[in-house]
């Protein structure tokens, strides 16, 4: 998720479209959040890791 969000951050600032800016961002922080669950190891929505 986290790759998806810089994805959208770039192109939401390139083309100017805030849409894109704002689920870039969004996308981006659960990415980040699911990640640091993961590698304390900590169940997230039942899962354990995410990759």
Same mark, same amino acid.
Request: no cysteine; aromatic share 12%.
């Given at each position: 998720? !986290?790759?998806?969000?810089?994805? #959208? #951050? =770039? @192109?939401?600032?390139? *083309?100017? !479209?805030?849409?894109?800016? *704002?689920?870039? =961002?969004? #996308? @981006? =922080? !659960? $990415? =980040?959040?699911?990640?640091?669950?993961?590698? #304390? $190891?900590?169940?997230?929505?039942? /899962? /354990?890791?995410?990759?």
């Amino acid at each position: 998720m !986290i790759i998806p969000g810089i994805i #959208l #951050l =770039v @192109a939401g600032f390139v *083309t100017g !479209i805030s849409i894109l800016w *704002t689920i870039g =961002v969004v #996308l @981006a =922080v !659960i $990415g =980040v959040v699911l990640w640091i669950f993961g590698s #304390l $190891g900590h169940a997230a929505a039942g /899962r /354990r890791h995410y990759w």
